[in-house]
């Protein structure tokens, strides 16, 4: 709700789980469905703590989003030793439906897996092979660069040096001179939020932006790229799980989105509606008492919303959904207000998740 995730999720990410539920009739079974929100301030302590209230005093049934990785960890943690649901819209490192899989909450969106191999695949077949990264030093940050080594190596690339930042960092002028220095061909950036914006705008006042090295951002939120203006990332490749002004469906939702919150919803915040909308329909079904049977019904079935059509959640609990290559647009090519991406392809979603023979999952059953 508040911090460098707020405008990718927070009061935004609340209104969505409201419109799921006005669309789902307000009740589910007979019972009247309330929505109660907190700030973690991106803190897994108080995340946990504020979890574990909820789940063991209060009466909660269902915990969305949980904006940033180490949250999102300490708070699936919970949900497993309640029994409760925990639907991660709101984090996307690749531990979530592998080390740190459970039978109490999916990995509902995309992550670190899917978000850099679509990416790290169209840059290098563009020639540049060589890269250095800027790096978030927390769980997001690690996962995110190391699921985009291990791409760019199999691509025939390598990675030639990297540094780590702190969270909330302001001054990115040292981490940008050294991966300036290192005449690598690509500058790869796995951080997210305000130190996105940050980091662009130091690389552009260092002039690195537009040069030899190529910068690119591993992810790409369009709340971050209105806040630092197009022109610092034109031209950027970028895979997502949802554009506003792909469809009609999409646009329908963003018009009532931007009617609330005054601006075009994200990623994350598309994810919330469909993941509350999906958990209300199965458990109309089968009940919410029981969190692993609600995940349980979840698992293999199909999901159609404008977000995760043809969509269904693996035995891992990852959603399986298309993702989109996206270009940056110009800012002389955006004919409207928030019209900055281009889709250049839909990559399918057994293309871009990680395969489950792959899956480092406890809780998938093995032959």
């Known amino acids: 709700m508040s911090g460098l995730f707020s405008d990718m999720t927070g009061r935004g990410s609340v209104q969505a789980v409201r419109f799921a539920v006005e669309d789902f009739g307000g009740a589910v079974n007979g019972k009247k469905i309330e929505i109660v929100s907190g700030d973690h301030q991106n803190k897994p302590d108080i995340a946990s703590a504020l979890a574990r209230r909820w ?38 490192s690749s531990r979530l439906s592998n080390e740190s899989c459970s039978d109490n ?23 540049k092979k060589r890269w250095f990264f800027i790096t978030a030093d927390y769980a997001f940050g690690h996962a995110l660069q190391a699921d985009a080594e291990r791409f760019i190596k199999q691509a025939g690339g390598e990675v030639i040096g990297s540094v780590r930042h702190p969270l909330n960092t302001n001054d990115f002028s040292s981490f940008v001179l050294q991966a300036q220095a290192s005449k690598a061909d690509v500058i790869g950036i796995a951080n997210g939020g305000a130190d996105l914006v940050n980091t662009m705008s130091s690389l552009q006042e260092f002039k690195v932006a537009g040069g030899r090295q190529s910068v690119v951002p591993m992810l790409l939120f369009i709340t971050d790229l209105h806040a630092m203006g197009p022109a ?33 919803p994200g990623e994350y915040q598309a994810a919330d509606y469909s993941a509350t909308l999906q958990y209300l ?16 019904a979840l698992k293999n079935k199909p999901l159609n919303d404008f977000y995760a059509n043809g969509g269904s959640i693996r035995s891992d609990g990852v959603l399986i959904h298309d993702l989109y290559l996206s270009r940056v647009k110009a800012p002389a090519e955006s004919r409207y207000a928030w019209d900055y ?27």
């Open 281 to 296: 329909r199965t458990i109309a079904q089968v009940g919410w008492e029981d969190g692993r049977r609600v995940v349980e």
């Open 341 to 367: 991406y281009e889709i250049t392809a839909t990559i399918r979603g057994e293309d871009a998740f990680q395969p489950l023979s792959e899956s480092r999952c406890p809780a998938i059953p093995r032959k």
């Open 105 to 127: 909450h999916v990995h509902y969106g995309f992550d670190t897996y899917s978000a850099s191999r679509a990416t790290t695949r169209a840059v290098i077949e563009s020639g």
């Open 55 to 92: 789940f063991q005093t209060d009466g909660v049934d269902v915990i969305v989003n949980m904006a940033g990785s180490a949250t999102a960890l300490a708070v699936v943690e919970v949900a497993k030793l309640t029994n409760k649901v925990g639907l991660v819209t709101g984090a996307l």
């Open 232 to 264: 610092k990332a034109q031209n950027a490749l970028i895979a997502m799980p949802f554009y506003w002004d792909r469809n009609d469906q999409t646009r329908a939702f963003a018009k009532r989105f931007f009617e609330k919150i005054g601006r075009m």
